[in-house]
């Protein structure tokens, strides 16, 4: 899978499997699923794959103790991934948006269980205008594997609605949910920033334009009649 970083690597706050405490414990977890970047609040963010969005959590839901969150799956040969983006602020991806690297889904927000300094951030600082806690919860990539059917003890992706099924008809098993991480893994970055993957892609229009143009003129010149010359 083609990932790319969502900002630049000097503004990761925690890596994958770091902070192993209670509040990773409770849920089962033995550490962070993911990396944390902090760029800033209201940072736009940016895909880092290309893949299609099949569930978002709480976009129009005002309560920002609601944790806020895009997910994508993106297809790699066999394998699939969910890959996530969570604590944001505004989101503007669509369910069912066919998402490009290096498109805008939201800005960086505090939404969700966030802390600041070891303590929580309250709804109270939250409400009042506060931005403390800030910060990019991803991508988060989980592994998974298209399956036509559902086996018990198996964990598969859900969407708003329950278990999530794409339009093929595939379910999408977790491949090592009991991995510690809920079957989330470090994330592999290609080492170029989603924004250089979008400047791409924008410039290859452009670029087919041009030859385009060239290709348009070339023939012109040759199937125009050739200039009398005066006598």
Not at 20 to 34: I, V
Not at 48 to 74: E, F, H, M, W
Not at 150 to 177: F, H
Not at 187 to 199: E, H, I, M, Q
Request: glycine letters at 12%; one cysteine or more; hydrophobic letters at 30%.
């Amino acid at each position: 899978m083609e990932l790319y970083l969502p900002f630049p690597l000097q503004t990761v706050t925690q890596g994958f499997g770091e902070n192993d405490t209670e509040t990773y414990a409770r849920g089962g977890l033995k550490g962070h699923t993911t990396l944390d970047f902090d760029p800033g609040w209201g940072v736009p963010v940016p895909f880092c794959a290309t893949g299609r969005v099949y569930s978002i959590l709480n976009k129009d839901n005002p309560d920002p103790s609601r944790y806020r969150a895009v997910y994508q799956i993106v297809h790699d040969g066999d394998i699939s991934y969910e890959v996530s983006y969570g604590h944001l602020d505004q989101i503007l991806a669509k369910v069912g948006q066919m998402a490009q690297a290096g498109q805008i889904l939201g800005t960086v927000g505090n939404t969700g269980e966030v802390y600041h300094d070891g303590a929580p951030v309250t709804n109270v600082e939250r409400l009042s205008g506060s931005h403390a806690g800030a910060h990019l919860h991803g991508p988060q990539v989980r592994p998974c594997k298209r399956v036509r059917f559902t086996r018990p003890g198996k964990q598969y992706l859900q969407d708003g609605y329950g278990l999530y099924r794409d339009v093929a008809g595939n379910y999408y098993e977790v491949i090592d949910y009991d991995n510690g991480f809920n079957g989330c893994v470090t994330p592999s970055f290609n080492g170029r920033l989603a924004t250089s993957a979008k400047a791409a892609t924008e410039t290859i229009p452009a670029a087919i334009a041009q030859i385009s143009a060239t290709v348009s003129h070339y023939i012109a010149s040759r199937s125009a009649p050739p200039a009398s010359t005066a006598t």
